[in-house]
């Protein structure tokens, strides 16, 4: 089992900026990629960015590209989202993923953090 605990979400005017942290537990080792997710208000799940947890490679969806930043510190189980620039329709739960090793999927979830962006 690998535990995720989400923190750094809040209230942000536009252009500013977070930090999102994800804390893992357990089985850490078994993990593969860790990312980030978000779900806006009668929205779904949508993919923001991940990373290789062994070698740091890292994608991101086009909403976020440049402005957003996923790394990790392995030696602490963590990994952040830094969002920079930030806009009202970055305004979303965000959720933390691990996808341990041979799984297809994400496996596991954190409990969310909100992140509400004004105008």
């Known amino acids: 089992q690998v535990q995720l605990v989400e923190s750094g979400g809040g209230l942000v005017q536009a252009g500013g900026s977070l930090r999102l942290s994800c804390a893992a537990s357990g089985r850490t080792f078994s993990i593969y990629t860790m990312a980030w997710f978000r779900q806006a208000p009668g929205k779904g799940r949508e993919f923001v960015a991940q990373?290789?947890?062994?070698?740091?490679?890292?994608s991101y969806a086009d909403s976020v590209k440049g402005r957003f930043t996923i790394s990790s510190v392995n030696a602490q189980n963590t990994v952040y989202l830094q969002m920079n620039s930030l806009k009202p329709e970055d305004t979303a739960v965000y959720y933390c993923?691990?996808?341990?090793?041979?799984?297809?999927?994400?496996?596991?979830w954190g409990q969310g953090t909100q992140v509400t962006v004004s105008s």
């Open positions: 993923a691990a996808r341990t090793i041979n799984m297809d999927k994400y496996d596991y």
């Open positions: 990373i290789v947890w062994k070698h740091g490679t890292n």
